[in-house]
């Protein structure tokens, strides 16, 4: 491999996840193909291949740090695309159960973009690669292997066209990006092997988005408005402006275990007055929809352990949320897809990618934010699974933690460096850490009334 090699990547996919590991593999192979149904060249909106991009997407902290780092000056293309950057901690207002947690200079970079305009940024550097092509309107539809089933040699894939056929795209390798819904798992069966084992975590998730023109700026200086749901407060909601649309902000809620926000327009306002923070109300009540709401169900986080599998293919791959769906709220999908995308890097750096051993290099990336937002979930009472005295302690301490960053600013950021994949959840253990908790965590009243009995789905537990 490398300069002069003539070899070709097919990566199904070309969302977040495919895009990531095109700009890494682009280094070692001499074409790399994306293949999506959708069309994407140029496009800066909503796409049917990514219903999920209608509603907020943050990127974390080390997402951002690691997209920076493989395109260099993103943040000026997303600048002139009208997002505005900030402090994650300093420039966001971060509420826990009604209270605001102080803000600091944390010195971590947040790019408040709408998924469509990061995305489109982020194709716009993939595309701008010289030994990257896009393949459009294809939807995928199958593996080619040898004839022992031992290596995958390419794709089948079909225009979306009338009177179109199906076609054959040769490939050295194959790495499936194709998200949440991906087929790996069915073909792998095909072929005779043995599907991965999943997780699940049932959390019964949904987000209902809408845009508004605002007669009035609520965020000063600000970037954005999160009242994170927690388990006493579990409702949600993430408000910032619409980058480049001057006015336009978008209102996303979340409602987990069934409370799901409403999409018509009384009961979305409801939802929106239910929340433990009035300023969301105050500044929708009377502002002027652009648009109607739109509810996306996320009935499951799941990850896929291929890891586990001691039989696949030599020269397949899979990444992104195929391999890994996180619940969205704590917005680790794509620093995770990022993370991914290192990992292939670093495996590249030796020639093929062994598929077993990039897997395991994988997981141990995913572990953390997996056991984190995981453990998290089962902090809401309705949550299934077993809570070890582990995970009933972490979520006791981080309960406690973020009350105390309510009055400590330095617990703010101690938080928003673990939530931002920044520092190991270890590092809110620190003696110092653990000293300012216990000095500023005693609770204290709070001044909102939840939202309707039945609401509280049960505190840490
Ligand atoms: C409601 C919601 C909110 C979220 N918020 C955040 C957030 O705040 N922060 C964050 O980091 N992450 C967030 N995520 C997660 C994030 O969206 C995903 O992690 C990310 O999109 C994963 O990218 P991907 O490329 O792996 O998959 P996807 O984005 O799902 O892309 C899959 C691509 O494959 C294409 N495709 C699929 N099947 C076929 C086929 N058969 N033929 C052709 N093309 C196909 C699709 O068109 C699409 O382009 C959120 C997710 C949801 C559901």
């Not at 300093?90 to 509420?95: A, H, K, L, M, Q």
């Amino acid at each position: 491999m490398g300069e002069g090699s003539t070899r070709r990547v097919v990566v199904l996919g070309a969302s977040m996840g495919g895009l990531l590991a095109a700009r890494v593999l682009a280094d070692r192979y001499a074409e790399v193909l994306l293949v999506d149904r959708d069309e994407v060249t140029g496009v800066s909106g909503y796409r049917p291949g990514v219903p999920h991009g209608r509603h907020a997407h943050g990127l974390v902290a080390r997402g951002y740090q690691i997209l920076e780092s493989q395109f260099p000056g993103l943040t000026d293309d997303l600048r002139a695309a009208g997002v505005v950057p900030g402090d994650f901690s300093g420039d966001i207002r971060w509420y826990v159960d009604g209270q605001r947690m102080l803000p600091s200079r944390s010195g971590l970079v947040s790019v408040p973009a709408t998924r469509p305009v990061l995305e489109h940024a982020v194709r716009n550097r993939v595309q701008a690669i010289p030994n990257v092509r896009v393949l459009e309107r294809h939807d995928i539809v199958g593996l080619v292997t040898t004839p022992d089933r031992a290596r995958v040699i390419g794709a089948r894939v079909q225009r979306r066209a009338e009177d179109s056929r199906e076609e054959v795209l040769d490939a050295d390798l194959v790495v499936d990006a194709t998200g949440r819904g991906s087929r790996t798992p069915a073909w792998l069966a095909a072929l005779g092997y043995q599907r991965p084992a999943e997780d699940r975590v049932k959390i019964d998730l949904a987000y209902t988005t809408r845009h508004f023109r605002l007669p009035e700026d609520p965020f000063g200086s600000d970037l954005a408005i999160i009242p994170a749901a927690t388990p006493t407060s579990p409702r949600g909601a993430f408000f910032y402006r619409v980058p480049g649309d001057g006015g336009v902000v978008e209102l996303t809620l979340t409602g987990i275990l069934g409370d799901y926000p409403p999409a018509d327009p009384e009961g979305f306002l409801a939802f929106v007055r239910s929340l433990p923070v009035p300023d969301i109300y105050r500044a929708v009540q009377d502002a002027e929809p652009v648009d109607d709401a739109v509810t996306f169900r996320f009935p499951a986080s799941v990850r896929r352990r291929y890891e586990r599998l001691t039989r696949f293919p030599a020269g397949l791959l899979v990444m992104g949320d195929a391999v890994c769906s996180f619940n969205p709220i704590y917005a680790q999908g794509m620093t995770a897809a990022a993370l991914g995308s290192l990992v292939l890097a670093e495996h590249l750096r030796h020639g093929e990618p062994q598929p077993v051993a990039f897997f395991r290099d994988l997981a141990r990336q995913l572990d953390s934010p997996w056991d984190f937002s995981g453990g998290a979930d089962l902090g809401y009472a309705g949550v299934e699974g077993k809570r070890t005295a582990k995970i009933r302690f972490a979520n006791a301490y981080v309960a406690r933690l973020q009350r105390a960053a309510t009055r400590d600013a330095r617990l703010t950021d101690a938080f928003i460096r673990v939530a931002g994949l920044i520092d190991p959840p270890s590092s809110l253990m620190r003696p110092a850490t653990m000293l300012r908790v216990l000095r500023h965590g005693r609770p204290r009243a709070t001044n909102h009334t939840p939202a309707r009995p039945g609401q509280l789905l049960g505190g840490r537990s």
